[in-house]
């Protein structure tokens, strides 16, 4: 009898120590996951830190290109305007020439209107810069949402 309850207890010990086993392996395998978790969080994180600074530094880009696009078709529309004061000067001239001076103002002034149609094909140029680089623009802002 007696070792009949000594192998009952052997065996009861032998299922304490197979359940603590079973435990200490269960705790192992969650810190395994909790750790794994918290590295793929820290992952996941970084990586949606740099997609928005990603984002960021195109708007900006964009923004700067939209901004350059601007200053230059600004600068075209000056060159126009002044193109225009030049002929108006000259067609003034023309008007207060003489016969003798008429056709080398009139050779000044085709020159001039010569100019004037190449500074507005550059607005039409610049502006049509400026239209691409916005829509760019906008293509990236709706990408950045």
Known sequence: MEDTQEEQQDLKEAQRE??????????????EI???KTEGDELVNEEKKELEETKREALKDAQAEVNERQEELTAQQKDVTEAKAKTAEIETRLKN????DRKGVQEELNEANEGLREEEQDVAEAQKALDK?????????????
């Open 97 to 100: 020439a003489t016969d003798d």
């Open 34 to 36: 909790a750790e794994a």
């Open 18 to 31: 197979g359940d603590r086993e079973i435990t200490d392996a269960k705790n192992e395998r969650d810190e």
């Open 133 to 145: 680089q916005e829509s760019d623009l906008k293509k990236v802002e709706t990408a950045a949402r």
